[in-house]
């Protein structure tokens, strides 16, 4: 949504708020654009779920004025730090919130003092943020947003309610179409998409699920016993990313001097410790659980790292790359 419509939407919504009732020709008067821009304003406030309401008595719109909360004391910078993430950084926002979050936003700049609110406006006209690519396809990230937001929401609440749910589920690594009991603990947002991490009743472990590959969802009216509350950063704690293996191994790579600066300058996990070569080039090690994600991490550097330890990290790259070079030969 480009800036200027967004200000054109928090002065409707500064209308509406005044508790006065406003018919579609004085709407047009006080906001001085056509009545179709009017309603398709009116639509994004619906797409947003501000609760207007047009009073057939009073023949015009109107809107709670509780729906906002009071006035917060915000300093300059923090009111254009938070509305800079809102409208120019929505593109790395989790989906299913971003209208919630833009929201937010409305409310919070409807309360701003006009001089913070002018200020802010004409500097973000000068700011972009250039958003990640996402998780396209399925009920998550792609067209389907009811079946979005129901599985989303679902899961939400069994997840707090210590509820079961049973699921059909497109996966990769088993290279089926599954259904497992799942005993729901955690939702991710993490590498582009959402997860959620439980006990599947199927491989008796937790495991991770992507919600964009859950093709149906079903709540059950059965509960799990959850005696500690599930930790997911201990989950996670030695994983390259969000899938441990069970087994850990001491990673050590050597990176040419032509990507070695570009490396250093990302702490890409915990373990992690660098150093540089005389020759430019840059050693790094990691103690990592599982070498799966981390071989295809290792392969996106191409000819420009080589695998030190351990041999089974080597030998997958190895095999990985010479079926590349195999297919593309």
């Known amino acids: 949504m480009k800036l200027s419509r967004i200000s054109r939407i928090v002065q409707l919504l500064c209308t509406l708020q005044s508790g006065q009732c406003y018919s579609p020709d004085e709407l047009v008067k006080v906001m001085q654009v056509s009545r179709r821009t009017v309603f398709r304003d009116l639509q994004e406030l619906t797409a947003i779920g501000v609760p207007y309401y047009f009073d057939s008595d009073a023949g ?27 409208y120019k950084d929505r593109g790395h926002l989790p989906p299913l919130l971003k209208r919630s979050a833009l929201l937010a936003g409305l409310k919070v700049e409807n309360n701003l003092p006009a001089e913070i609110k002018r200020y802010c ?13 996402r998780s396209v396809g399925g009920a998550i990230g792609g067209d389907k947003g009811d079946s979005a937001d129901r599985i989303f929401w679902h899961l939400q609440r069994s997840v707090e309610r210590k509820q079961k749910v049973r699921i059909v589920y497109r996966s990769i690594f088993d290279s089926a179409t599954i259904k497992t009991t799942l005993s729901p603990h955690h939702l991710m947002f993490k590498s582009r998409a ?10 008796n472990e937790i495991r991770t699920f992507k919600l964009s590959r859950i093709e149906t969802l079903q709540v059950l009216s059965q509960f799990f016993p959850r005696k500690k509350t599930f930790d997911i950063e201990d989950y996670l704690s030695s994983a ?11 990673v050590k790579l050597k990176f040419t001097p032509r990507v070695a600066r ?5 702490q890409w996990h915990k373990s992690q410790k660098m150093q540089f070569e005389e020759d430019g080039s840059l050693v790094v090690e990691f103690r ?12 996106g550097y191409g000819d420009q790292v080589e695998v030190l330890a351990p041999k089974a990290l080597r030998k997958r790259v190895a095999g990985v790359g010479a079926k590349m070079a195999k297919i593309n030969s």
């Open 240 to 250: 390259w990313s969000m899938i441990p293996e069970g087994k850990l191994y001491n």
């Open 194 to 203: 959402w997860y959620i991490v439980g006990k599947s009743s199927l491989h």
């Open 121 to 133: 406006a004409a500097t973000l006209e000068h700011i972009s943020i250039q958003p990640i690519p």
């Open 60 to 86: 015009g719109y109107r809107i709670d004025p509780d729906f906002f909360l009071p006035s917060i004391d915000l300093t300059l910078q923090e009111a254009l730090s938070l509305l800079m993430l809102i």
């Open 288 to 299: 990592v659980d599982g070498i799966g994600e981390i071989g295809w991490w290792v392969l």
């Open 262 to 266: 570009n490396v250093s300058e990302v």
